[in-house]
């Protein structure tokens, strides 16, 4: 059911399959959800959730001292019949997918002052994708964005993140009964850009989530992808995909919380490192609750070392309160690309940047292609090259 | 015609903070249509000599030289080399994750033959040499060597040869840990590829076996780092009836 294996290159895998009568995601985060950051205790970087995170290079936007004033534009393109609305913080439809789950997300939603919210009304199926532009020209800014669906709905909404920025936001994605959306998320940042952010999903009944996370730039990227069901017959997929460079952070947080019986997820994420001081840090939690019986969950987490001096911290952790599940389990390894591997490819007459190229492209291709939509897949692939090319 | 030269090479290791030196004084000259089998006992450096022509950053070249056709190969990166026409069948192949066969076949096609080969006719010769090799059509789609069998590992080996089509080709232990069918599948691997006349072959072996199937032109015994005598194929008879030995106890001149 468990597999864990480590092949240690400055890297660590823990891995956890906790029987609990009492649910130690909650009890490790050091306070409990809420959209008010005052019920966050300011981090000093040994809590739970903060332990792997450099916190000096958050630039305030976890001690309160970020100060909102910079440049950022989200510019959103859809097709007709879909309505984009730019709302107060009153708005009814704001935070109703989750619940901030640390004091950046909190900060965030305390500090935001127009939301943006994006509809597609039931029974609507789009042919061609949504597409939300967040570009930062410089400076601090706290977003909040909110895709809903209602019921049987069907919507792929690719968002783009671009340019320079400090941003902390809370991203809602409200899925009506038996509506489908996918949600691509590509972190192309500037290498001095910091995102911290928080994707909520709230599945209904029968409906299904897709989520693709790609995180390529960025000084510091902290995603936590939040997945829960508002009624049976729920399915999650989450996939990500990060190619974290010298100096550069990137850190996955999900948390799949079975609320609901009858419900599936399944969580891969693949990334490969280069270069010194790249971090990368994923934590995947999955908790299935008491009252969540049929639960069908798997999560697996693969990480590719291709230079010294890069680090991995990958934790899956899967806590099952009830017996009556159709299955549970989770993978994470870490390996790495070695001379070894290099002379091999080369011995062959293949130039050693494009033997690396090689290797990281086979490596992602393997998950975009469960990815299942073509166009995204393309897409994906596409920029995978592209990255390729620019930096190995 | 092709012409591999290997001029009194010196070649040591790091180990423990000390050099050893390894092969001490190697003179060997491989023509294209030839083929050469090199015999000697474990740890005598055949591997040794195998990846350093090859260009392992494991070991040093501390004097000699190595020539293809008068190009100085000891200068050329390892990528360089196989380009100018050398491949290493690899007595421990190694897996690269994440690298499909067919993807890295593809590759290293197009690298060595300086154009991407035509896909319709390319799809159909893997398709051709992996069923004459005996492999199963499934592996194009498996990670290079990852879980491969010890004798799928040495297949996908010849599938190389065969497809990279090299002026000269070392085989290091490519019969051990074959069984017998396999042995004579890989062996006629072998035997097409110098039915072209196109390559040169340094067939490194432990064991005769293998000769029953390639026939040597010249046989060399190599012990402690160097080629202590050659000969013809009689040679390889001597020393399947008496073994190394003779050649292992000091005193022996080459
Ligand atoms: N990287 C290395 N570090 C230390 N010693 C090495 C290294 N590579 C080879 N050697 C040593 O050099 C000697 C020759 O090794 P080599 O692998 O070339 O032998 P071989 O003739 O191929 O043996 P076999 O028949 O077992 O394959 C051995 O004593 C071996 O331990
Ligand atoms: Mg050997």
Redesign the interface.
Same mark, same amino acid.
């Given at each position: 059911m468990a597999e864990a294996q480590n092949i240690p290159v400055g890297s660590t895998t823990a891995g956890t399959i906790a029987v609990a009568a009492e649910s130690t995601v909650a009890t490790r985060m050091s306070a409990p959800p809420s959209f008010d950051v005052a019920d966050f205790p300011v981090p000093h970087g040994r809590e739970e959730e903060w332990r792997f995170t450099p916190l000096e290079r958050l630039r305030g936007l976890h001690d309160g001292t970020a100060e909102a004033g910079g440049v950022l534009t989200v510019e959103v393109t859809a097709p007709e019949g879909v309505t984009v609305e730019t709302v107060d913080r009153s708005d009814a439809r704001i935070g109703r997918a989750g619940t901030p789950v640390d004091r950046v997300a909190a900060q965030a939603y305390s500090s935001f002052e127009k939301a943006s919210v994006v509809s597609v009304p039931k029974e609507a199926v789009l042919t061609e994708p949504i597409r939300i532009a967040v570009h930062g020209e410089g400076g601090t800014a706290y977003g909040h964005q909110v895709v809903e669906l209602g019921a049987f709905a069907e919507a792929v909404v690719v968002i783009d993140h671009t340019g320079d920025a400090v941003l902390a936001a809370n991203v809602d994605f409200v899925l009506g009964d038996g509506a489908k959306l996918t949600v691509v998320s590509v972190q192309d940042w500037d290498d001095t850009a910091v995102h911290v952010s928080q994707h909520n999903a709230l599945v209904g009944r029968d409906a299904s989530f897709k989520s693709v996370v790609v995180t390529f730039g960025g000084d510091l990227v902290r995603l936590s992808p939040l997945v829960q069901y508002a009624g049976t017959g729920g399915e999650a997929e989450l996939f990500g995909l990060y190619f974290t460079d010298a100096g550069q952070h990137q850190e996955h947080r999900l948390l799949v919380d079975h609320n609901t019986p009858h419900c599936k997820s399944n969580v891969a994420y693949k990334g490969a490192l280069q270069g010194d001081g790249a971090h990368a840090v994923w934590i995947g939690d999955v908790l299935i609750q008491a009252a969540a019986e049929g639960t069908d969950t798997y999560e697996l987490n693969r990480n590719?070392v291709l230079t010294d001096g890069a680090r991995v911290d990958s934790v899956p952790n899967l806590e099952i309160e009830t017996g009556e599940i159709v299955g549970a389990g989770h993978a994470s390894a870490t =390996?790495r690309f070695d001379? $070894?591997?290099l002379?091999?490819?080369?011995?062959? =007459?293949?130039?050693?940047e $494009?033997a690396r190229r090689?290797?990281?492209?086979?490596?992602?291709a393997?998950l975009v292609q469960q990815i299942g939509l073509p166009d995204v897949e393309e897409r994906l692939l596409a920029k995978i090259d592209a990255e390729l090319e620019a930096s190995v | 015609m092709a012409t591999l030269e290997i001029r009194d090479l010196h070649v040591s290791v790091e180990a423990d903070n000390s050099t050893k030196e390894i092969l001490k004084g190697v003179d060997l000259t491989v023509k294209q249509g030839e083929t050469h089998a090199i015999m000697g006992p474990n740890g005598s450096g055949k591997s040794t000599l195998a990846y350093s022509i090859?260009?392992?950053?494991k070991y040093t070249i501390t004097s000699g030289t190595v020539t293809l056709d008068g190009e100085d190969v000891l200068e050329m990166?390892?990528?360089e080399?196989?380009?100018a026409g050398m491949?290493?069948a690899?007595q421990y192949?190694?897996?690269?994750?994440?690298?499909?066969v067919s993807?890295?076949l593809r590759?290293?096609a197009t690298?060595?033959r300086g154009e991407a080969p035509k896909l319709r006719t390319w799809v159909k010769e893997v398709k051709t040499a992996m069923e004459t090799l005996q492999m199963d059509p499934a592996f194009a789609e498996r990670?290079?060597n990852e879980g491969f069998s010890g004798g799928e590992k040495k297949r996908h080996e010849i599938l190389?040869l065969e497809l990279?089509k090299p002026k000269i080709a070392i085989l290091d232990e490519t019969d051990s840990g074959l069984d017998v069918d396999a042995l004579r599948q890989v062996s006629e691997g072998v035997n097409r590829v110098h039915a072209s006349g196109e390559v040169g072959t340094l067939l490194i072996t432990h064991y005769t076996r293998i000769l029953r199937y390639i026939k040597p032109d010249f046989v060399h015994v190599f012990a402690k780092g160097k080629i202590v005598a050659s000969g013809g194929p009689e040679l390889a008879d001597e020393l399947e009836a008496e073994g190394y030995e003779k050649y292992t106890k000091g005193g022996v001149t080459a």
């Open positions: 590719l =390996g001379d $070894e591997q002379f091999y490819l080369m011995s062959r =007459g293949i130039r050693a $494009e090689l290797v990281v492209r086979g490596f992602f393997e | 090859a260009g392992h950053p990166s390892v990528d080399r196989a380009r491949f290493l690899m192949p190694v897996e690269v994750p994440g690298v499909s993807n890295f590759t290293s690298a060595i990670n290079v190389q990279l």
